[in-house]
């Protein structure tokens, strides 16, 4: 029922999504049909243990439905708390802040954490590639997780004939006999999901999915998540940056095909800004996005973070780069060929037998979804090839203001009273102390209530003279100015107390819970992502979307299990610390957006003298690279084991920046490429 005009309200009140209608309907897509959280809710009704594949794509869908909707469409068991992987995987635990107070069923993996083995935080078990043993329940009254080496279920057209229809040359089965096959059972989960092109999702959705499905998901396509702002600044970032972790089998026990964002592996979120300059964006993604997301996600994916997952698709890939996607891939290609070899060498060193252990497959198949080549660009010889992006960062505030006043006679009042001491932590704003009390409703991510409110004036994200005497006061000159926050357990807590408000499946009647929340210091210190976060807690907008703190942000510096504001989290991203804004200190914080350096650089452009526009390929010599071009020789390098002679090399081993092209060439000659890997790999290109 996909991609047909109209809409599906006239359908949903005949009652087609009645509960005793179509039966044996097994497979529902409903692709580009207005479909928002109003309608989605019969067909959600409906799909309860009926449907296991639903493609929802293209529609106006939030993360809201997640919470409200899909998670009732998912097995009742959690195949995530079954025992005996804890060694090779993690395993996780339920914040349980308030002794006596039961968190509902359906909220668990939203509160759920990691809690690493000696083996599962650099993914080095010996045993992390054997399949699971087939679980026997007599009575089967409770679902186990899949062994792992199943091949994926489809649910193409042309598989779903041959299913019904017999194979080629095969008689035509019996209707009874059809109806036993594994596509037509009615299913006990959900399993593939679909929900590309709805531009209302974002990665928090991606992550309330995964934590409400309880393991069940087997395929997930979402291309492009859209990376929540909160309307607070004039450009857009798609990508998928710091939920590696909910793609490991301890969250996604039986997840073997996830089509997916480019991000997930590159660290690289695709900025989207119609009035800016395609490549000037590229270049800015690829430096200063990629470096604070690297910065803030240490964790990027790698194929041993999920031996089970069979077949990945990153979407949304740029066509040129100036080197950090391509060296990205390349890796990515290494450690997929370095997984290979690995699982070879174990099932090589298992005895023969029938009653061995079966062996994990290990990602056998990759797909690179690219975009359309960016136009050519009239401007980009001779300014482009020279862009420092870092450079821009240290640009005057002047004219660039986040808030368009932030130059008023009160501000630049209270900027000259206040000075931070020598060593002292750096203004970063006020919070609105006082205006909060602890114990606060708040809603969830996916509620709808953690939209940000409007962002405060500017003078009230300054330090002004009373906060500076009150520090004084409390003996710690040298806090943040929005510190203590609201909230919090005392004066020199590095928590505060929230009170969230759940809904509860079973009852109208909501739960309540109390969290305490980790907010570090208050101290700036040599640790940049904390400094970071911190500053970002004195916008009460970015005080939303708590859960317990995940894998990267543990490496960061974030104690184990400690709840965490993540939505202050993820805007290290894209807001702007007053470090960066070279004001030395003084400037207002993020008070400049990202998309500041991108307009700096477009009147750099307009002011330097026209010149012609160059070809396609002199885009390439001038610091852009065709990533295909990359991808094709260093796969030609390592399927013959050594670099290709009149190509620019761009394997891992090409480091060596001030060297000539000769110098270069010859020290690779001396060593072999990285391992070829034999799986499948497919490019797609737009047209």
Not at 500 to 510: F, R, T
Not at 548 to 566: F, K, L, R, S
Request: proline share 7%; glycine share 8%.
């Amino acid at each position: 029922m996909s991609n047909v005009p109209g809409s599906l309200k006239g359908i949903i009140k005949t009652g087609t999504f009645h509960q005793g209608a179509l039966p044996n309907l097994r497979i529902l897509k409903l692709r580009d049909r207005d479909l928002d959280e109003a309608s989605l809710v019969p067909i959600a009704e409906y799909c309860r243990q009926r449907i296991w594949s639903l493609d929802l794509g293209q529609n106006k869908l939030t993360d809201s439905c997640v919470r409200k909707l899909l998670y009732l469409c998912f097995g009742v068991d959690d195949l995530t708390a079954q025992k005996g992987h804890h060694e090779v995987e993690g395993g996780l635990a339920t914040v349980q802040d308030v002794p006596g107070v039961d968190i509902p069923p359906m909220w668990r993996g939203w509160f759920s954490y990691i809690v690493e083995s000696s083996f599962s935080t650099t993914f080095t078990h010996p045993d992390r590639y054997l399949a699971d043993s087939p679980v026997y329940d007599e009575g089967n009254q409770r679902q186990s997780r899949l062994t792992g080496n199943e091949p994926l279920r489809s649910d193409r057209v042309e598989d779903v004939k041959i299913a019904l229809a017999g194979g080629p040359g095969q008689p035509v089965p019996d209707w009874h006999d059809v109806r036993e096959a594994d596509i037509c059972k009615p299913p006990l989960s959900l399993t593939h999901v679909y929900l590309s092109g709805n531009q209302g999702f974002t990665m928090e959705g991606v992550e309330s999915i995964f934590r409400f499905s309880r393991g069940h998901i087997q395929h997930f396509d979402c291309a492009s998540p859209a990376i929540a702002t909160n309307g607070q600044v004039p450009f857009a970032l798609t990508g998928i940056l710091g939920r590696s972790h909910l793609f490991r089998p301890v969250h996604a026990s039986n997840l073997r095909s996830l089509r997916i964002h480019h991000s997930l592996v590159t660290h690289i979120p695709t900025l989207n800004d119609p009035s800016k300059n395609a490549l000037m964006a590229l270049k800015y993604a690829e430096t200063v996005l990629h470096e604070r997301a690297e910065m803030a996600y240490p964790q990027a994916f790698v194929p041993d973070l999920n031996p089970r997952l069979q077949s990945l698709t990153l979407t949304c890939l740029p066509r040129v780069s100036t080197g950090p996607l391509i060296d990205k891939l390349i890796r990515f290609l290494v450690s997929a060929a370095d997984q290979e070899e690995a699982v070879r060498m174990q099932h090589s060193a298992l005895p023969v037998s029938r009653r061995g252990p079966a062996m994990l497959r290990g990602l056998r198949h990759i797909r690179l979804e690219f975009e359309p080549c960016p136009p050519e660009d009239e401007n980009v010889n001779g300014t482009f090839e020279n862009l420092d992006a870092k450079a821009l960062l240290n640009s005057s505030t002047d004219g660039f203001s986040f808030f368009g006043e932030a130059s008023s006679a009160k501000t630049a009042a209270a900027k000259a009273e206040v000075q931070p001491k020598e060593g002292n932590g750096k203004s970063t704003g006020s919070g609105g102390n006082g205006s909060h009390r602890a114990g606060k409703n708040l809603e969830v991510p996916g509620s709808g209530g953690d939209i940000a409110a409007a962002s405060p004036a500017p003078q009230d994200l300054l330090c002004t003279s009373k906060d500076a005497e009150d520090a004084v006061k409390a003996g710690q000159p040298d806090r943040l100015p929005h510190y203590p926050l609201p909230g919090a357990l005392d004066a020199d807590s590095e928590y505060v107390r929230e009170r969230l408000s759940l809904g509860n499946q079973d009852s109208v009647n909501e739960t309540t819970v109390q969290v305490s929340v980790w907010v570090g210091t208050g101290k700036r210190g040599p640790n940049r992502t904390m400094n970071r976060y911190m500053a970002n807690l004195s916008r009460e907008s970015l005080r939303t979307h708590i859960r317990p703190a995940t894998p990267d942000q543990v490496e960061a510096g974030v104690p184990v299990g400690a709840c965490i504001y993540n939505a202050a989290w993820d805007a290290i991203l894209w807001l702007i610390d007053e470090d960066e804004n070279g004001n030395g200190g003084d400037g207002e914080r993020g008070t400049i957006p990202l998309s500041t350096s991108i307009a700096a650089t477009q009147d750099r452009a307009r002011q330097a003298p026209k010149q012609p526009s160059p070809r396609r390929q002199e885009h390439h010599g001038q610091g852009m690279r065709d990533v295909v071009d990359a991808i094709r020789q260093f796969r030609a390098e390592t399927r013959t084991g050594y670099p290709q002679k009149g190509m620019a090399p761009t394997s891992p081993f090409d480091q060596q920046a001030g060297e000539s092209q000769r110098q270069r060439r010859l020290q690779q000659q001396r060593q072999p490429a990285p391992r070829h890997w034999t799986g499948t790999l497919e490019v797609l290109l737009a047209s």
